[in-house]
């Protein structure tokens, strides 16, 4: 069975920074191509960020480009910087079993984190 554990979540002021991480066991993490989503309060779950296997790939949502940066070695990062208020949600790290899929649908990802509570006070 295939955990993901995400880890790094806090509260922070805006314009501050967080990173988060994202570390799994149960598969072999190296070969799964993996997405940060994020879950605002009373809203749904949106992507965030996709990095390949091979971090030959890499894709952010427009509202976090040039403020996030996801990047893996033997984990998942997701470094972000210049928070604002509107960053405020669960966070949650996912991985993908296949190739060909629509990085943005949180429906095609396979394993799932329990969440790392981001907060962001203005």
């Known amino acids: 069975q295939a955990d993901l554990v995400e880890s790094g979540g806090g509260l922070v002021q805006a314009g501050g920074s967080l990173r988060l991480s994202c570390a799994a066991s149960?598969?072999?993490?190296?070969?799964?191509?993996i997405a940060w989503f994020r879950q605002p309060p009373g809203k749904q779950r949106e992507f965030v960020a996709y990095?390949?296997?091979?971090?030959s790939n890499i894709y952010y949502a427009g509202s976090v480009e040039g403020r996030f940066t996801i990047s893996r070695d033997n984990a998942v990062y997701l470094q972000m910087n210049n928070l604002e208020p509107e960053d405020t949600a669960v966070y949650y790290c996912?991985?993908?079993?296949?190739?060909?899929?629509?990085?943005?649908?949180?429906?095609?990802?396979?394993?799932w984190g329990q969440g790392t509570q981001v907060t962001v006070s203005s």
């Open positions: 990095i390949s296997g091979s971090s």
């Open positions: 149960g598969l072999a993490f190296s070969n799964y191509p």
């Open positions: 996912a991985a993908v079993g296949r190739i060909g899929v629509v990085v943005k649908l949180a429906h095609e990802y396979d394993y």
